[in-house]
């Protein structure tokens, strides 16, 4: 080991979970996509989500319920949604940011999961910070979002973060759809403050566009919607990680690294050295689960024995026997 940096299950201490932790009402740094725990009825494990949150609250900087991948959020029934979102509410105590998914089939659909967020957040008083996270191409095209954003921010008073997911939008095989925010669009849509940061997950040339039309909103947040992207090229203000469900504290001290310019330990070449072995193992963790993460890190953290179940949605695919080996033969 070398002098002048020491780790504790692979987490420096010489730098404490506060301190890499960053301040502030908007999320920036490691934002983990939760998977959605399930028994085999497909109804919500709470006791599994319970020991998952256990997990992955203290390295995140903020947690991503019901997104539209790993938390196979747009495939949920209503009814479960409500449940996932109340739990983690009821667990986590607001003790972090909380970015829920909204986006369902349907614009009316889309309204009322962000009516009942609201709802359940002044219910159960919630104490920390909590975002809207919405990809709207799921349900809707380009024409006319400017307008859908402005009546949605009229249903509710929580701020928005906005997802760009051209992959996922193509696994919809609609007809002449785009599968991207035009630049254009996002610009007009950066005249609302209550729209407070995009997670990109496209080219890179896309994101120089994207960075561009924001640049008169100092305020407004990018996030690496890849986590490909972040670990090659990373944005300055963090990543939606899905493998932080399995491996927290490694994308925490990833993470943590990254945005951390000023960190002297970089100068180290045992220090830059551990880095490129985490990153690594990051990238074959992420192979292994990147073609169905709902199922594969499911899979992962029934393995880890932090989930009791492996169980996805009926509308999701179910990890085979050779795909799970993959992944567990990545965690020995």
Known sequence: MTEGWVTTNGVPTDYTRQERKLTGSQPRGLITELITPLDTKEELDIESLAKLLDTVTEPSNALLVAGSHAGEGALLPRETRETLVRETMKIVAGKTTLLIGITADTVEETFENAKCVEGLRDELNYGGTVFLFDCPLWYRSNRGLPAHCEELMTVTALPLILSNDPALISNLKTPLKRYNIRTGVLKKLLSSNKIAGLAHSGDLHRSLNYVQAARSRQDFHFYDGSELNFLN????????????????????????????????RKEDAGYRGHIWDLMEKLRKLHACYEDNPPALVKAALKHKGIIASDSVTGKSIPATEEEKKKIYDVLR
Do not use: H, K, R
């Open 233 to 264: 090229n990373p944005s300055t203000d963090g990543v939606v990680s899905i493998g932080a469900n399995v491996l927290p504290e490694e994308w925490e001290e990833i993470v943590g690294s990254s945005l951390d310019t000023d960190d002297s």
